[in-house]
């Protein structure tokens, strides 16, 4: 087994509780982490990933499981913070259900319950540095790749995330060389899952279109496809800037146009087509590999699939 030398990899604690915090850095301490920071609030934790990412972070859900769990999914979508792959370990004193569903949603790495000895800490940690899992990217998620079985078929765009943690306990690199590596992989990382976001997200906007086609404009459904709609072309556009992908913003400005059109009960028909028309044409923009033919019998597909799964679902 390989020795891991922790001293040098900067760590960062969130728990509003001081009894916790004091807790869980006596463990790291323990486990040979110099270089540890804590702070009691939310504010703090996001100010700290958001200018000094840290090498690995512990979080505290404890009362406030949506909102850390919402901070941890922007900063993996890459909308916040210089390093959206940061090892993140989530620690609470309850497992229930909601809270591992939305910690595994968030795209953590892992929840830790308390109390844990460091004995247990150390050995997470250590998977973490020498087996941590490759990341996948959907339209709806960026994290660590926990599918099995049958969901192993599930198109996702695989990479290995960039591990500053790994750099320093296990490889042992000198700050100069650690630097250097770390801003390439972060760069190459960064770009590839801008590029991955914005094709899978585009495509999500021609599921929707073709979802809402079929919906009923005072369905609750399609209240929400809409508000997501807008959501993720809002995403695409922002997205997009400063990118060889500008262009995008006119297509996206059309999509949200249609939606105005929709929420002001102008002509469905029209809204419907502007909103299809823009749609295809931003898809074809990020892959411009395939015909429109092809796109168009992808997202047909995906539909069926979308529209099985939610029949079982309520029929379950």
Not at 27 to 46: K, M, Q, S, Y
Not at 148 to 171: H, I, T, Y
Not at 213 to 241: F, I, N
Request: charged fraction near 25%; proline fraction near 4%.
């Amino acid at each position: 087994m390989a020795q891991l030398s922790f001293d040098n990899a900067e760590t960062l604690i969130y728990d509003p509780v001081p009894g916790n915090r004091t807790a869980t850095r006596a463990a790291l301490f323990n486990l040979g982490f110099r270089r540890i920071e804590t702070v009691a609030t939310l504010d703090a934790l996001g100010e700290c990933i958001m200018h000094r990412p840290p090498d690995l972070a512990l979080c505290e859900a404890q009362g406030v499981e949506s909102e850390l769990c919402g901070m941890i999914q922007s900063l993996r979508q890459g909308v916040s913070g210089y390093n959206p792959f940061v090892v993140i370990i989530v620690t609470a004193w309850e497992n229930h259900d909601s809270l591992v569903r939305r910690v595994v949603n968030s795209g953590a790495d892992d929840l830790l319950l308390r109390p844990f000895s460091p004995a247990v800490l150390g050995n997470r940690i250590r998977l973490h540095v020498e087996r941590r899992k490759g990341f996948i990217i959907t339209s709806d998620y960026v994290g660590p790749d926990r599918r099995r079985g049958p969901m192993r078929n599930w198109q996702a765009d695989l990479f290995e995330p960039p591990n500053s943690l790994k750099m320093k306990v296990l490889e042992k690199l000198s700050d100069e060389v650690l630097n250097q590596r770390l801003d390439v992989q972060l760069r190459d990382a960064r770009a590839t899952l801008n590029s991955v976001k914005l094709r899978r997200d585009a495509f999500q906007i021609c599921v929707l279109w073709r979802l809402m086609q079929e919906e009923r404009g005072d369905s609750d459904k399609y209240e929400v496809d809409l508000a997501h709609l807008k959501d993720v072309t809002r995403g695409v556009a922002r997205r997009s800037l400063d990118t060889q992908f500008e262009d995008a913003s006119e297509w996206c400005d059309s999509v949200l146009a249609a939606i105005d059109g929709l929420e002001a009960g102008a002509d469905r028909g029209a809204s419907m087509h502007l909103l299809g028309h823009a749609a295809l044409n931003l898809n074809q923009m990020f892959s411009p590999g395939k015909s429109a033919g092809d796109h168009l019998a992808e997202i047909d597909a995906t539909v069926a699939i979308v529209k099985a799964r939610t029949e079982t679902a309520m029929a379950s």
